[in-house]
């Protein structure tokens, strides 16, 4: 049987190959499926950090061990100095895990689900419609909320993006999470594209995105995020 001469030529070339007594005949095609037994890891590796960042191959530093949750480069990138803010946060007593920003058509679909599942994993949620009493000024509430809150959520739907572009109550939060820059924009059912025609600034920052993965995968990433350890004194 003919032996690959790949350990001590290398098949660096298509001619490379098709000199080999073993892999000439597969020389065919060369360049689009062989290669080298000493230059698959390197490639494949290469490949996963080429700058495209959509690999979930990752876990960032604040990722529990035994996770099974996994990220992009981008999202790691996105979400780190948010998490930094956390951590300063984290020493403010009674501070809720998120706010979270929606629009009012999503109160019970979108927002409600993403609600649920932040609570199902540990997080606590200002959510208008569990934390707005009857009666009181909804603005005012909101101020509250925000100032009460390590990072602001934005679930960023079609319901939303037409409240943004009306000015509505969500155009109103949205300026007050940008201006503390401590925010984390999801993305449903919609793009970041279609989001920067209305909000070029928010459009302009990275985020989650249900298109991509799930909902519930999101919920479990911003779990990941806001969860500090309280140290003992």
Not at 118 to 127: A, C, D, K, T
Not at 199 to 210: A, K
């Amino acid at each position: 049987m003919a032996r690959c001469t790949a350990p001590s030529r290398g098949h660096r070339t298509a001619s490379g190959a098709a000199a080999c007594p073993a892999c000439g005949g597969r020389s065919r095609g060369y360049s689009s499926y062989y290669t080298s037994p000493y230059s698959s890891s390197r490639s494949s590796s290469g490949s996963r950090s080429s700058g495209i960042g959509s690999s979930r191959s990752r876990k960032p530093s604040w990722s529990s061990p035994s996770s099974d949750v996994y990220y992009t480069p981008t999202e790691i990138r996105t979400l780190a100095p948010v998490r930094e803010n956390i951590e300063k946060r984290s020493i403010i007593p009674d501070l809720r895990d998120v706010f979270l920003c929606h629009a009012w058509d999503d109160r019970k679909d979108a927002a409600k689900e993403l609600y649920d599942l932040l609570q199902e994993n540990g997080v606590s949620v200002w959510f208008s419609e569990k934390d707005v009493p009857l009666g009181s000024s909804l603005l005012r509430e909101i101020d509250k909320g925000l100032a009460n809150s390590k990072i602001g959520l934005v679930l960023v739907t079609p319901s939303f993006i037409e409240r943004v572009k009306n000015e509505g109550i969500a155009e109103k939060e949205l300026s007050a999470l940008l201006a503390r820059d401590l925010l984390v924009p999801i993305v449903h059912n919609t793009t970041f594209d279609r989001l920067r025609e209305v909000s070029p600034l928010l459009g302009s920052r990275s985020g989650l995105d249900t298109n991509e993965e799930s909902m519930l995968k999101v919920a479990l990433k911003l779990a990941e995020l806001v969860e500090v350890e309280e140290e003992v004194v």
